[in-house]
């Protein structure tokens, strides 16, 4: 697996370098934009077969935030059906050797949308914080009407979005499936990470 950890770590050092780049300036509004479709009346409930019967392990090895983004680097491999689905160990190392500041959320955060970005091939994946996002829940519950992966940051946990009733969200997180209220989750969701279908 040395040499898919080193193909991934030169695929991330060009999204960085993409990233950095003056020309991407105003292109995460542009995105915002285009993410809303005006979705007057949802159909509840709505659960995503895929997310919840994807067959992926537990993990859990002693720091949350950590273990959370790494698990939810191996769904989405998995997720996507990615030519490469490295290990759990395999996805922390190409974390250690990026040089993200070491078990910062923040860092973990940007691991995430740049693997994103690479394992999906595209770069218009939506990331922003819950607190400065206009009509929040509209745009979650119309994430999950297109079927889109939705992950979230619960305080400093990552969790991916598997479905909606009228009154808790459905998750799925390193140590298995659990179900949240709205109210549990407004009170500690910190950012989201829309990853765009191929029907957008």
């Known amino acids: 697996m040395k040499k898919e950890v080193d193909e991934m770590i030169?695929?991330?050092t060009l999204v960085r370098k993409v990233n950095d780049s003056p020309n991407m300036i105003g292109l995460t509004e542009d995105i915002r934009r285009n993410f809303k479709y005006g979705i007057a009346n949802l159909e509840l409930?709505?659960?995503l077969d895929d997310v919840l019967d994807m067959d992926i392990?537990?993990?859990?090895e002693g720091n949350p935030s950590l273990d959370s983004a790494v698990w939810v680097i191996r769904f989405i491999m998995k997720y996507f059906n990615t030519n490469t689905?490295?290990?759990?160990?395999?996805?922390?190392?190409?974390?250690?050797k990026m040089e993200y500041p070491p078990f910062n959320v923040k860092a973990l955060e940007a691991y995430i949308t740049d693997c994103v970005d690479i394992l999906t091939g595209r770069n218009n994946n939506l990331l922003y914080?819950?607190?400065?996002g206009?009509?929040?829940w509209?745009?979650?519950?119309?994430?999950?009407c297109?079927?889109?992966?939705?992950?979230?940051?619960?305080?400093d946990e990552f969790v991916i979005v598997a479905g909606a009733t009228k009154e808790k969200i459905l998750l799925r997180t390193r140590t298995g499936k659990i179900k949240m209220s709205y109210k549990k989750i407004e009170n500690c969701i910190q950012s989201i990470i829309s990853v765009y279908s191929d029907m957008i």
Request: glycine residues 2%.
């Open 10 to 12: 030169e695929l991330l």
């Open 45 to 47: 409930p709505i659960f």
């Open 57 to 60: 392990e537990c993990y859990d």
């Open 85 to 96: 689905v490295l290990g759990f160990d395999e996805i922390e190392k190409v974390y250690e």
């Open 129 to 132: 914080s819950a607190d400065t």
């Open 134 to 136: 206009d009509n929040f």
């Open 138 to 144: 509209l745009e979650l519950e119309e994430a999950i």
């Open 146 to 155: 297109y079927e889109q992966l939705v992950i979230l940051r619960l305080n």
